[in-house]
Each structure stands twice: as C-alpha cells, then as structure tokens.
C-alpha cells in the first residue's frame, strides 16, 4: 500500500488558501443575511447548481451545516477513516422500529463527495422509460435521456471525467467524447480483466473523476474512495463547482449554519425566510428564491418540518408525495480471495461491466451493475465485524479483489421519509425490493470470480445505514397530484421553491447518481 505523508507546514501554508478562495460570509449582529437565491447543501446538487448560475448577476449564498473537511495525514489513514470513523459527523435517524442508526452521510463543505468514489456514469438512456423488473415497474421519467444529455457532457466537462466512449456495451448515446481518457488498469488487475473477457464479458474502465495526468495531482493511490482527498486531486463538488463558483465573488458560503425551517407568507406560497441555528444562536436568511440541496432524506424532512396552516402536511406536500418514493440500491460487497496470489493494487477502482444491466440473452429481466470498490483493507473488516480476528482480516484484504454489486430498488409508496414532531428525529421507512435480481447478479458474478482464481467469495449485502446513493421522496412530475416538483424541479405548490439533488428523481437505476444530480442541477440552473 502506498503512503503518502504531508508535513504540518505544508498542510498548515495549504489550508488558508482554501479559505481565501471560498468567499464565506457572516449574518448581521441580529443573525439576519439577505440575497436572492438561497441554496441550502453544498454537496452535488448545490454546489453544481451555484456554479451553473454564477453568471447571472444574482446575489447567492450557500448555506451548509458543517464546516470544511480538515486537511490533514488522517485523511488517508485507514484506521482515522474506517476504524475510528473520525470524519462520521451526522446525527441518528430511525427505522421503522424505532431503531437508531448512522447514516452514510456526511456534513461537511462538498456534502458526501468529500468521500465518494469518484465515479460519474452516466445512466443509461432506458432508465429514464419505463422499464420491466422481476418485482414490478421502474417508472418513466417527465424528461428523457435525450433532454439531460447535453448536460451529461457539461457535468462531464466541469468534473473532468475519465472515460472511453464505446466500451461499456449498454452505454447511452452521446453528442460529445470524453476529454480525459479512461484510466488504465493497475497490473495487478489485468488477469482479471483477461479472464472476464475470455468469459464472454465486456468489462471496461469505469468514468472516473480524477485529476490525473501529465502535471496533474492525482497519484492513483489506495486512498481515494471512502477517504477524503488531501491533495484536492478527487473532482469533488467543492473542488470542482463550488470553488470556481465562488471565485468570482456573487457567491458566497454561510458554514456550519443548520437550517430548520422555512417560512411562507401569509397566503402559503412564497418562502420569505429560512430560519436556523449557528453556534447556538438563531440565524434568519430573507430571500427571493430558495433552492433545496439537502439529500433526498434531509430536503423533504426540512419541508415536513416546516408545516404550517396553509400546508399542514408539510411544505409542498398537497400530494401526499413528500417524502415517499424513498429508495436505496440493493447493494452487496464482494470479497473475492486467491489465498495464494497477493494483490498489491494501488488504485483497485477501475473495472465495471454491464453485461446485465439491461434485460439478455442470459437474464430474463435488468440485474444491475458490478464496479470494482476501491481496495479493502483490515481496519475495513474489524470495524465492521469485530469478532473476525485482525490477522484472518489482513490475511483475507491481502489477497482479494473487491467489488460492489448494485441492483435497481423500485419506488414504493410505503418506503418513506417520516419527521416525528415529538421526538424531533427522522424516521425511514425502507422494505427493500426488487432482490431476488439482486441475489441473481450476485450469484452471477461470484461464478466469475471463482472461475478467474478465486475459490474464497464473501459476501455482506448493505443494510439501511448504508445510503449514499439515496433517491426519490420528492418526485417530478407534470401531474401536481401524483409529484413534489415540475419538470423543471420547482415545488408545485410554492412559486419560489426549487429541489437539485436526488429527491426529485422519479427512479434510482442501478449505477451512481451524483452525474445525474451534477447534469439535472446544470439544466435547472440554465432556465432558473
């Protein structure tokens, strides 16, 4: 495993430098701001759109909840990451059960892509029709891949996205190539990929946001999917949007700023104000337009929140829409082990295949995706499974390929975001579905593992804490009866109240949403 160690004054001459170039602003002595646009949530969604409308002449802040990541050597350290879950800062929410868990998202400056893996697929042109699973429908979208496409290749273009056009076999049309080339496998992989490819398959390199190359930052470390970057070399929505936004001076960022409710005027539909706390003392936000980017759990619980007489269901929820159509992917790490064949990869994640994604010759309906994690190490396992001994757990790290298997999770009504008034906490309601394909993709690939030299295959599917790829509970639509938001994401029911991150997606596909949020976040922001 490669190391990488900056010292304390270069992280000290460093840090400053991202301050100067994000412009944060502080409210009034009474907690007061005011401007034209509020975004609330820095992540994919926020960042992106504050980018895309930058050049507007409009006064915008940004308000997020945490502060800015530290930089610091634990950014890469396995043990401070996975183990300790240093950077783990979001509070409790509940299942149905009442049961408390800790959800897989993080509040910090960039939202969850402090520490995705970087990949950016596009979703393929069917996920936006209807289309056909074992346990019923995934629905068709009110706009089509050919209506994103153009700002697929814009999202491509502000994340600098690696990839190689024509590789992936159910891959969707588009009007540009890529600009950065697909990354090349490590050695270490290419047996693997040999063996899938003399197995019939299509594997290819998987769309990676990176800022590798010639003079480029990125050293394709181990250290880069579930970590934070130290180097800024992960195309992240801070590093990537939000900072290029900001350098221009109309944007400006309000941090560690928790906002708990909206506030309408009188006759319920405009927002005049958002109100929330900031060091323990009340902070109000007067604007003429507010924009939502807070995740698809966190945006409908703050509109559930902030119910009022006019709407006593919850901001924008005539419908009875808000906060329902809740989905995860199905989800299932593979650890697949040569006990005789160490595997000294850096950079693991670069291999995905699609082969049944969609409906073949060998699988009667979609399965879903299969991408290479970034590599597992022991801290990984022991934090997870503490009864599993630490030498069995480095022994097995040591000598495995890992991969993370998706599969579609179909909207239901009863998979829903729920806020208790009473015990001020978010309830998820979440039954998954759509998991005998599932069980089907994953039996289908550890056959191909094990024909490729790996007799040892273990597998853990992912339960409701593990919800980075979160989608739905506020869903565009045409009919104001059947969705949250319209075609071009503006609450039905407010005349100044928009959605840019995930809620508003009408399916989840089976591949990483955070393109699809960045493109659908540039296309609101055009006609914004």
């Known amino acids: 495993m490669k190391t990488i160690k900056i010292s304390q004054q270069e992280i000290n001459n460093s840090a400053p430098v991202t301050r100067r170039i994000i412009d944060t602003v502080e409210p009034d002595s009474a907690g007061n701001i005011e401007c034209d646009v509020v975004i609330i949530g820095s992540g994919m969604g926020g960042s992106t759109f504050a980018h895309g409308i930058k050049d507007k002449g409009l006064k915008v802040v940004i308000i997020e909840r945490g502060d800015f990541l530290p930089r610091e050597n634990d950014n890469w350290d396995v043990n401070a990451v996975f183990a300790d879950g240093k950077y783990r800062n979001a509070e409790s929410w509940f299942d149905r059960d009442y049961k408390p868990f800790k959800p897989g998202v993080f509040y910090y400056v960039g939202g969850n892509t402090k520490f995705y ?18 346990d019923g429908l995934s629905p068709e979208w009110p706009i089509s ?32 190539d890529y600009r950065w080339k697909g990354l090349k496998h490590d050695q270490a992989l290419h047996d ?4 899938m490819r003399k197995q019939g398959l299509k594997p290819f390199s998987m769309p990676a946001a990176v800022d590798f190359g010639e003079g480029r930052p990125c050293v394709l470390c181990s250290t880069c999917d579930g970590y934070p970057c130290m180097i800024d070399a992960k195309n992240d929505a801070e590093v990537s949007a939000l900072r290029p936004a900001m350098s221009e001076g109309s944007v400006r960022l309000l941090v560690k700023t928790r906002i708990d409710r909206l506030i309408t005027d009188d006759a319920g539909k405009n927002v005049v104000e958002a109100t929330g706390t900031r060091y323990g003392k009340t902070v109000r936000i007067r604007a003429k337009r507010f924009v939502l980017a807070c995740g698809a759990v966190n945006t409908s619980a703050l509109l559930l929140k902030s119910a009022n007489e006019r709407h006593p269901k919850g901001l924008g929820n005539s419908s009875d829409q808000l906060g329902r159509n809740y989905m995860v992917h199905n989800s299932t790490f593979m ?4 006990p005789l064949k160490r595997n000294k990869v850096q950079f693991q994640k670069t291999i995905a295949f699609n082969d049944w994604y969609l409906k073949s010759a060998s699988n009667e309906f979609p399965l879903g995706n299969v991408q290479m994690l970034g590599k597992i190490r022991k801290p990984m396992i022991t934090g997870m499974k503490k009864w599993v001994p630490g030498f069995v757990a480095k022994y097995l790290t040591d000598h495995s390929v890992d991969l993370y298997i998706t599969s579609e999770d179909l909207p239901t009504q009863e998979n829903r975001v729920i806020y208790d008034k009473d015990k001020d906490a978010i309830k998820i309601h979440w039954t998954p579905n759509n998991l005998q394909t599932h ?5 289908k690939t550890r056959l191909v593992l094990k024909r490729a030299g790996y007799p040892i295959v273990l597998t853990e ?3 409701i804490a593990t919800n980075s790829h979160m989608c739905g509970t506020a869903v565009m639509g045409t009919d104001k009866n059947k969705s949250v938001v319209d075609v071009n994401c ?8 928009w959605i840019v991150d995930s809620s508003t997606f009408v399916s989840s596909a089976a591949l990483n949403p955070a393109l699809t949020i960045a493109a659908n976040a540039l296309r609101v922001a055009e006609q914004f």
């Open 117 to 134: 893996g970087a990949m950016l697929p596009r979703w393929r042109e069917e996920d936006f029709q209807n289309l056909v699973h074992r």
């Open 335 to 338: 650890i697949a082990v040569n």
């Open 192 to 195: 693997l990929v040999e063996s």
């Open 461 to 463: 599917r992912m339960g």
């Open 145 to 176: 891949y050919a209506q994103l496409e153009p700002y697929y290749g814009k999202a491509e273009e502000l994340f600098k996205v690696h990839g190689d056009a024509g590789t992936d076999p159910v891959e969707p049309w588009r009007s540009q």
């Open 439 to 443: 069980r089907e993709l994953v039996a």
């Open 490 to 497: 503006k609450i039905h029911d407010l005349e100044n109240v």
